[in-house]
């Protein structure tokens, strides 16, 4: 049962403004993990640790659809010949961080005199945040799917490189295949399905020119 966990990981955020993205969360009886762009999820009796509760739960279950309004199958083996066909680019890995602003030795103010007045305002280099990027972004020589490029399913476009996370997920579940089981008119989410998965994603506006392959769907008529 552990591998449902170390498959729900793949789809965690890595954003310091959300952190609590960055581990599987717990609401009611499931588990989700989500990056803002994706987010997977299954029940809590498919894991046997301990997973924290997210706090705001409305925000997360506002979003699922509720309706099952599509039925259409797409084998994994088409998928992969489109990956295996895809551009890519080279991964590149951000190394450093934020360090102490030299300005303000990190304290995020500085002290302004004028004729024997003093008064502290925020630093003008750092912006009063007392800290100063210091990061860089170096290739590690392996090469990834171009994320900037889209498959179109049905009636939206989706990024490569997250229906790569699906399509992996799906695969270490033995799964030959994932199910769309909710697409509207809107852009909300489409939802997919396979064994003990689901998985909401969110469409992309791209280039028509970045649109890499088309899956055709005889999509359930729906709103």
């Known amino acids: 049962m552990n591998n449902h966990l170390e498959i729900l990981k793949t789809f965690t955020g890595n954003d310091p403004l959300r952190p609590i993205f960055d581990e599987p969360f717990l609401i009611e009886n499931t588990i ?3 990056d803002a762009r ?3 999820w299954t029940a809590s009796v498919n894991v046997d640790k301990e997973i924290k509760p997210y706090d705001k739960p409305e925000n997360i279950t506002k979003v699922i659809p509720t309706e099952i309004n599509q039925d259409f199958e797409i084998k994994l083996n ?3 010949g489109i990956f295996d066909n895809a551009p890519m680019i080279d991964e590149v890995e951000v190394i450093g ?3 102490d602003c030299p300005e303000c030795d990190g304290k995020g103010e500085v ?3 004028y004729d024997y007045h003093t008064k502290e305002m925020d630093c003008p280099l750092c912006d009063g945040s007392g800290l100063k990027e210091n990061k860089e972004e170096v290739k590690t020589g392996n090469k990834i799917l171009d994320g900037s490029k889209a498959i179109k399913i049905g009636r939206f476009n989706f990024r490569i490189d997250l229906l790569k996370k699906i399509y ?3 695969l270490s579940t033995k799964s030959k295949n994932i199910k ?6 809107s852009k909300d989410g489409s939802l997919f399905e396979f064994n003990d998965f689901k998985v909401l994603i969110m469409s992309i506006n791209c280039r028509e020119e970045d ?3 088309t899956i055709e769907i005889d999509l359930i008529a729906s709103e």
């Open 38 to 40: 994706i987010m997977a």
């Open 211 to 213: 649109v890499i392959y």
């Open 32 to 34: 989700y993990a989500t």
């Open 180 to 185: 769309l089981v909710h697409q509207l008119l």
């Open 78 to 80: 088409t998928l992969k």
């Open 111 to 113: 002290e302004w005199e």
């Open 97 to 99: 961080g934020d360090v």
């Open 168 to 170: 992996d997920a799906a």
